[in-house]
């Protein structure tokens, strides 16, 4: 909600949601699921906690951690059982997430391609982006 309602430039949410959404109308068919699970599952009033701790100089994952939540708390169970609930058995999937491709597979759908969402983001979310790639083993290369 903070990046695709309110804009922030601290993460690349809203880029993403927007770059996804402009895919699959090129694209001329597609699904998007959004699952609001704010903060990587810890909730708005959480991520607005981990925000004051990022200004104190913690990255998103040390913020978090130090809330007492894991660095990434987001169950995939709900985006799997729409997909499974619709038929589709073989996706191309647009993420830069390796939980959410290894979630997909382990519900029995396929995988066919990944396809990187690397829009362009702000100069804020760069350290974001940063920790996403080390820290969570996101799949981003254009930093």
Do not use: W
């Not at 699952?35 to 599952?41: A, L, M, T, V």
């Amino acid at each position: 909600m903070t990046g695709e309602v309110f804009g922030s430039l601290r993460c690349d949410c809203g880029p993403q949601l927007q770059m996804a959404l402009r895919l699959i109308s090129e694209e001329g068919r597609g699904i998007l699921i959004y699952d609001p699970q704010e903060g990587r599952g810890i909730g708005i009033l959480n991520k607005l906690r981990a925000y004051e701790l990022q200004d104190q100089g913690a990255d998103t994952v040390e913020a978090n951690e130090a809330l007492g939540f894991a660095a990434d708390a987001r169950d995939y169970g709900l985006a799997v059982a729409v997909l499974v609930d619709l038929g589709v058995k073989r996706v191309r999937f647009l993420s830069n997430n390796p939980a959410k491709v290894a979630a997909l597979e382990a519900a029995g759908v396929t995988v066919a391609e990944r396809v990187p969402c690397e829009p362009t983001s702000s100069d804020q979310a760069a350290a974001y982006l940063r920790t996403k790639k080390e820290k969570l083993g996101h799949l981003i290369e254009t930093l």
